[in-house]
């Protein structure tokens, strides 16, 4: 029976890909580097580190790690500051409805991101009210596509991956919920989500309802 649900927060409950990208952006044009739409997609799902790892190949450049933490910390400072323009305005559309929906109907709810900065950005939202369970990048050591997130998520809430559903939009995200055993709903185009068991285009059409007649004997 699905007694939970976890919730990836980047592009499922809010739509940050936008301010990620423009301070990457920053970062790569102080450095010199090249960064596009086409990397910035690359980086959905993936931590900070991973994130500059894969710009740093693009771009071949020579650097050390130490140095790469110090730019990461950079492009999360300008990241973090453009983060005081959000507000309970920027769900997507259908997330918070959903989330009120589960709270009514006393689905456990729990986060699985891998930001780093999950709090701030909820407390912005105003949406710590809809979970149990924060899980995110300070939780756990391995990111997606490890289950680890989702493991801590579940753990807590006192359930098994199968009596959970992962709401994900990214590939990594999915191939973590697969790894863990959990029940999973894409949020996106098929080329990056396809391998979830049910994948809605957007949030507004991933209703609770919709969900419950996809998985219907496990609710
Ligand atoms: C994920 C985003 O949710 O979090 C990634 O999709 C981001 O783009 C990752 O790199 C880590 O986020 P943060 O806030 O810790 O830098
Ligand atoms: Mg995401």
């Not at 109907?105 to 369970?133: H, M, P, R, T, W």
């Not at 997606?144 to 990594?172: Q, R, S, T, W």
Request: hydrophobic share 40%; aromatic share 8%.
């Amino acid at each position: 029976m699905i007694k939970g649900f976890i919730f990836d927060l980047d592009g499922v409950i809010t739509d940050t890909a936008e301010l990620h990208f423009l301070a990457w952006k920053k970062l790569a044009d102080d450095m010199g580097w090249k960064f596009d739409r086409e990397v910035n997609e690359k980086l959905r799902g993936v931590s900070r580190m991973d994130s500059i790892h894969i710009i740093r190949e693009h771009n071949n450049a020579q650097i050390s790690e130490e140095e790469l933490v110090e730019l990461a910390t950079l492009k999360n400072d300008i990241y973090v500051e453009s983060l005081d323009q959000m507000s309970p305005k920027d769900y997507l559309p259908g997330a918070q409805e959903l989330l009120n929906l589960l709270r009514k109907e006393g689905f456990l709810v729990a986060l699985g991101s891998a930001s780093k900065n999950s709090s701030k950005v909820l407390e912005q939202l105003d949406a710590k009210k809809y979970f149990d369970i924060i899980g995110d990048g300070n939780s756990v050591s391995k990111s997606k596509p490890a289950p680890d997130v989702f493991l801590f998520g579940a753990e807590k809430l006192g359930l098994e991956p199968e009596e959970c559903v992962v709401y994900e939009d990214a590939e990594a995200g999915i191939d973590a919920a697969k790894a863990g055993g959990f029940h999973s709903v894409g949020i996106g185009p098929k080329d990056r989500v396809g391998h979830a068991d049910i994948r809605f285009e957007t949030m507004k059409e991933a209703t609770l309802f919709a969900v419950k007649s996809h998985f219907d004997t496990l609710f």
